[in-house]
C-alpha cells in the first residue's frame, strides 16, 4: 500500500437498476475517488449489470464482479456472501480503507474524504459513517434514527487494521451490529457521526424486505436474537421503534421476531464472551444512557487496542 488515503468499495447489489445510477454518480463526483470500486452483481435479472458496464467503460476504477443467479433476492446473510465473493478478487493489503456500500444511496462529493480526515485525526477510530434519511412525499428530509455508537450498514467504512482484526464480517442478520460490538471489544472506537455534510439520502427504508418492511423488522428482532441481545434491552428497543413508521406495528414486528426465535430455540452467536460484551453494553446503556456506556467500555478497552 503505497497511497495512506487509498479505500476500495465493495458493493453487492441484486436488481438495483431503479437506483444504482445515483450511487454511481456520486461515487465518481467524490473529492477523493476510490483506488477501486469493485460491484458484485447477486444475480439480477434486470438492467443492473449493463449499466455497471456502461460506467466501468468509462470509470477504469469500477469493476463488475457476477454470481450465479440464486432466483431470489438473500437479506442478511446473502449480502455478505456477496461481499466476500468481491473481496476474494482483491488483496486488501493494497488499501488503507474499506467500505462495504449499498447501490441505493445518494452520497454528498466529499463524503469519503471527510470519514478519511475522521480517521486520520484518531487513530484509534476503527470504523464509522455518516448518517442517513430518506425523503417523504412531500420532499422533506427524515433522519432513520441511527445512534451513534454504530457506523451503519450501508456505508460500513472501516479501517483496514481493524476489518482484518475482527474477522470480517459474519453471514447472519445483525452482521452490521455484530462487527460494532467485536471492534469496540476489541479496543477499537466506533462511530456515526452527526454532521451535516455527511448526512447522505437512502433511497430504499432502512429494514423493509423483498417482503415487505413488517417482514425487515421481524427479521431484525431475530437478528438481536441471534447476537445475544437481552430481553429487557429488546424491549425497550422495539417500544421506541412504535414511535417512528410504520408506528405501533413496527416494534410489534420486532418482539415477535425475537420472541419467535427465542421459542423455538434458534441458535445464536457462538462466541459466549462475546454475547456477555454486547449484554453488558446494553445494560449500561438502559441505565446510564449510550454514550455513558459507549465511553465506558471504550476506556476499560484501551489496553486492547493499546496492544495492537
Known sequence: MNDPRSYVLIGPCRNEA???RRTLDAIVQQTIKPAKFVI????SDDETPDIV???????DFIKLVQRENRGFRKVGGGVIEAFDYGLATIDLSDYAYLCKIDLDLDLPAGYFEDLIRKMEANPRLGTCSGKPYYTDG???KISEGCGDEMSVGMTKFFRTECFQDIGGFVRQVMWDAIDCHTARQKGWQVAAFNDDDIAFEHLRP?????KGIHTGRARHGFGQWYMGTGPVYLLAGAVN???RPPYITGGLAVLWGYGKAALTGQPQHGDRAFRSFVRDFQRRALF??????????EKERAAAWDAH
Request: aromatic share 6%; charged share 40%; no cysteine.
Open 241 to 243: 421503534r412504535m414511535r
Open 288 to 297: 446510564k444512557g449510550k454514550r455513558r456506556a459507549m465511553d465506558e467500555l
Open 40 to 43: 458484485v452483481d447477486d444475480g
Open 206 to 210: 432502512m429494514g423493509s424486505s423483498q
Open 138 to 140: 412531500q420532499g422533506r
Open 18 to 20: 431503479k437506483f444504482m
Open 53 to 59: 458496464r456502461q460506467y466501468a467503460a468509462k470509470h
